[in-house]
């Protein structure tokens, strides 16, 4: 059976408060972590009840879980889809830590990086939730250690490099950056690490 046009009309409403309440959920935890986002201060925020909230997500879990997918999908967007226009290899591997460095220097996120912090806090408490948080981390270090295999592979990097060293020293370096810059709000860190991944990949300045 068609929908009616004002049953399609209701799913597209909920779909565009289902996508509002979790845009804000990624800002609030980005700042206070994914325990400390606060059903009130969600439903207040968006001028919506706390039952009417409850009712696109069931439990604290179930919104957690979305508030990781949809901060990736927002990561994606500002990080990795950007370098994938880039040449592969090289190009590409400095394009990827750029583009963090300058999602970070946009404030996308009140707090920085989401997943940053995600990590530290979901580390150490087993369940669904780290287990997203850390397939979305294996996901990106993964991406770039292939980067990195690629510019070896090409000869765009020393062949005694090893991929799996470098995507280590890489994404400590992305880390690094969210931290100094969160604690400091000073653009100036992030000029720094943007020196030290090239002289790291032995690009001229």
Not at 7 to 32: P, Y
Not at 63 to 72: E, N, S
Not at 136 to 142: E, L, Y
Not at 174 to 194: E, K, Q
Request: hydrophobic residues 45%; contains cysteine; proline residues 3%.
């Amino acid at each position: 059976m068609t929908a009616n046009p004002n049953e399609k009309r209701q799913r597209a409403d909920g779909l565009r408060t289902r996508h509002a309440i979790l845009v804000e959920a990624v800002s609030l935890a980005s700042v206070v972590g994914l325990d400390g986002i606060s059903i009130g201060e969600l439903a207040k925020a968006l001028g919506i009840s706390k039952s009417g909230l409850y009712a696109h997500f069931g439990t604290k879990e179930n919104l957690q879980l979305a508030v990781i997918d949809q901060a990736g999908l927002m990561f994606a967007t500002d990080v990795i889809e950007p370098a994938e226009k880039l040449d592969p290899g090289l190009a590409r591997l400095v394009g990827i830590c750029e583009a963090f460095f300058d999602y970070l220097e946009r404030r996308v996120l009140p707090g920085g990086c989401f997943f940053a912090g995600a990590v530290l806090e979901m580390g150490s408490r087993p369940g669904p939730v780290k287990e997203r948080v850390a397939a979305f981390q294996n996901m990106f270090v993964g991406i770039i250690r292939e980067l990195a295999d690629q510019a070896i592979a090409s000869g765009q990097l020393p062949a005694n490099e090893e991929s799996e060293l470098l995507a280590f020293e890489l994404t400590g370096m992305i880390l690094a950056a969210d931290a100094n810059f969160v604690m400091t709000d000073d653009v100036r860190s992030l000029d720094v690490a943007r020196r030290a991944l090239r002289r790291r990949l032995g690009i001229a300045h």
